[in-house]
């Protein structure tokens, strides 16, 4: 009996060197362009962060780029991510996330305080909140937000730091009392974590740090 061989282009051998190769190749293409446009990506990234800090930092308050002086500590057993602006070399005021549980899912926020405590600004930057009800939380929506500027834990006291329908001094929306008593609850929260840490949060580590640190 005869035996014909395959051209070598028809082998299986063949076909499947062919293949690795080309995964090869197209692997390789994709990490020489991703170590490329990398730096270009993290300035980027660098940029969009900044013009969201802006919105609670107001810039009397810094000199340097808060966005790259990002920081991360484990306090209260939980990570938490914030930013620091500086003048002169000290921090003077920090950018922290926070979270809260409204009614319709997580509400994620970032606060501005500065070194002595006090809210520079608050803004919800994302929720899935009703619209036409619970959305008033956002800036485009009202200035209901805006009224946290300024305040401080004792500023109102504790009492104060509910919505009206609970005694406090915050106004609620019609029909989504959830919503605002959860981001009151939030802004809170962070003040009072902020008030057990600051010494951890407001330390002179070297700009761009990132850090882990747990009492």
């Known amino acids: 009996m005869t035996t014909t061989l395959l051209p070598l282009r028809q082998q299986p051998r063949f076909m499947a060197l062919l293949l690795g190769g080309f995964a ?33 930092l107001p810039n009397s308050l810094y000199d340097n780029m808060p966005s790259q002086d990002e920081v991360t500590l484990t306090l ?56 036409g009800l619970g959305d008033k939380i956002e800036t485009a929506k009202g200035d209901w937000i805006l009224g946290f500027d300024g305040l401080s834990l004792h500023k109102p006291d504790d009492q104060g730091w509910h919505v009206k329908k609970d005694g406090g001094q915050f106004d609620s929306f019609t029909g989504a009392t959830i919503t605002p008593r959860a981001v009151v609850k939030g802004v809170h929260e962070s003040l009072q974590l902020f008030a057990r840490h600051s010494a951890q949060i407001l330390d002179q580590s070297p700009v761009g740090s990132t850090s882990t640190d747990k009492e």
């Not at 293409?29 to 013009?51: F, G, K, M, N, W």
């Open 24 to 56: 090869l190749l197209v692997c390789g293409s994709v990490a020489i362009s991703s170590r490329l446009t990398a730096p270009q990506i993290l300035l980027r990234q660098q940029e969009d962060t900044q013009r969201l800090l802006t919105q609670v």
């Open 76 to 131: 209260d057993d939980q990570p938490i991510h914030f930013f620091r602006a500086r003048q002169g070399g000290k921090v003077s005021a920090i950018a922290l996330f926070a979270s809260s549980r409204g009614y319709g899912g997580d509400i994620q926020m970032l606060l501005g305080i500065d070194a002595q405590g006090t809210l520079t600004g608050v803004r919800v930057i994302s929720h899935t909140e009703t619209p």
